[in-house]
């Protein structure tokens, strides 16, 4: 069972940048795909960003331009590079690996705020 650790969250002003890092137990080169996905109080869980395995990038239309997600395979360890945050992103971001044949492992969510 794979685990997924994030960390980085926390209270910022509008404008500023929040860098999350997700580490993984196991080795993320094999897996399909990672992603980050965020819920906001009252609302569904949403898709943020998501890199596959052969490296192409997906990216929900609102954070475009201004988020970017990579990943250290040798650390196991992806990251979520936030910039320019809104307090519309405020929300719990969940670090998410499918690690294949259907199987899909979250981490436990790390709170991102952002204050007007």
């Known amino acids: 069972q794979v685990q997924l650790v994030e960390s980085g969250g ?18 993320i080169v094999s897996f399909n795909a990672m992603g980050w996905y965020r819920q906001a109080p009252g609302k569904l869980r949403e898709l943020v ?16 331009g201004r988020f970017t997600i990579s990943r250290d395979n040798a650390k196991n360890t992806v990251y979520l590079q936030m910039t320019s945050l809104k307090p519309e992103d ?3 971001y969940y670090c ?9 492992a979250w981490g436990q969510g790390t709170q991102v705020t952002v204050s007007s």
């Open 96 to 104: 998410n690996a499918e690690t294949g044949w259907g199987a899909t």
């Open 10 to 27: 926390g209270l910022v002003q509008a404008g500023g940048s929040l860098r999350l890092s997700c580490a993984a137990s196991g080795r």
């Open 49 to 64: 960003a998501r890199i596959r395995s052969g490296g192409s990038l997906n990216y929900a239309d609102s954070v475009k």
């Open 90 to 92: 405020t929300a719990v």
